[in-house]
């Protein structure tokens, strides 16, 4: 089962599991009626929106992680060896004055 599956059966899980437990609430609140109705329609309403706006955000999550692989050339996320070479990089366009006091401050830091 892949990932998008897992992730489609969990949220079904979780929309049937609040849809039982807004018709238990209806019952547990002695509602009867329209107000029993309007409850459980406005509380099916909240939870599908709810669905759907975490759907959103798990989508764009996962999207965003391969967007950002593809524009690395296919380099795996947060690699410690892409951070050397990020602050090697960063460090070495630093002006020499700028570098010698960064590295004094961090020296004394460390002290």
Not at 24 to 41: D, E, P, Q
Request: glycine content about 12%; proline content about 1%.
């Amino acid at each position: 089962m892949g990932r998008q599956a897992k992730s489609f059966v969990i949220a079904a899980l979780a929309a049937a599991l609040y849809m039982a437990l807004v018709l238990y609430l209806g019952n547990v609140l002695k509602l009867t009626g329209s107000n029993l109705l309007i409850f459980r329609i406005v509380m099916g309403l909240i939870g599908i929106l709810a669905l759907g706006i975490v759907a959103w955000f798990v989508k764009k999550a996962q999207g965003g992680g391969k967007k950002k692989q593809a524009a690395a050339g296919g380099a795996t996320a947060g690699g410690s060896e892409e951070l050397d070479t990020l602050f090697k990089g960063a460090n070495a366009r630093w002006p020499r004055r700028l570098r010698h006091k960064a590295a004094s401050l961090r020296s004394n830091r460390c002290q």
